[in-house]
């Protein structure tokens, strides 16, 4: 079946632009992570989204950071104000409802580059 | 605080066996993961331990013990396409927020 899939793969913008980021989770997954990795760094939690439940909200940088989760499957990540040092790869995974290890499987990322 | 550790990089030669390290505090633990990543890659799943001990799968084993806050991933066989990324992940308890630690890059040599 289709995986988790972002897009853009590639964004570049000006600083002080705002941009979005989308992630399709893989059909039937309730829970939905975003985590930031800069170049040879490893990933940094943003948020999560669980069912219904309220997100975890605690990993996002600053308030110019935020996620939307619509319906319980595509969310968008919305970072107003960009700054050089938001570009990173941006990477979104989804984990099934049931099962003990509720691992998480990765999209491919968006590259982001502010100028 | 959550603090997870692992070496930054190691070097094997291809056909031995090695051990990657991961020393974790977190407020909480439900449960331990393996990540494996190739450069310019998405992490894919390797292994999850919840309980002290070993499980094997094929080339790749875990081990955990939780009162030592400590874990392993021991490679075997090792062959090229093992040079990548290896990340450690600690799950929080009661939820799904899981905290990674800066990966161990690992290159296989002939």
């Known amino acids: 079946g289709a995986g988790v899939s972002q897009s853009p793969s590639n964004k570049v913008t000006e600083k002080g632009k705002d941009v979005e980021l989308r992630c399709d989770p893989i059909?039937?997954?309730?829970?939905l992570y975003w985590y930031r990795q800069s170049l040879g760094q490893g990933l940094e939690f943003l948020i999560y989204f669980q069912g219904n439940s309220a997100p975890d909200k605690s990993g996002l940088p600053s308030d110019r950071f935020s996620a939307e989760r619509t319906g319980g499957s595509v969310s968008t990540l919305t970072i107003q104000r960009t700054q050089q040092e938001d570009s990173a790869v941006y990477l979104c995974a989804s984990s099934p409802p049931s099962g003990g290890a509720k691992t998480q499987y990765f999209g491919p990322g968006t590259r982001l580059t502010v100028l | 605080g959550q603090n997870i550790d692992q070496p930054t990089e190691m070097t094997a030669t291809e056909g031995a066996i090695v051990q990657i390290n991961c020393t974790y505090q977190t407020s909480g633990f439900n449960g331990l993961f393996w990540y494996q990543q190739h450069a310019g890659e998405a992490p894919t799943f390797l292994s999850y331990n919840v309980l002290d001990g070993l499980e094997e799968k094929g080339r790749f084993s875990s081990f955990l013990s939780r009162s030592k806050g400590y874990s392993y991933l021991l490679l075997k066989e090792l062959q090229m396409k093992d040079s990548a990324s290896y990340l450690c992940a600690v799950r929080d308890t009661g939820g799904f927020k899981t905290i990674f630690g800066a990966g161990t890059r690992l290159f296989v040599k002939a």
């Open positions: 059909s039937g997954h309730t829970a």
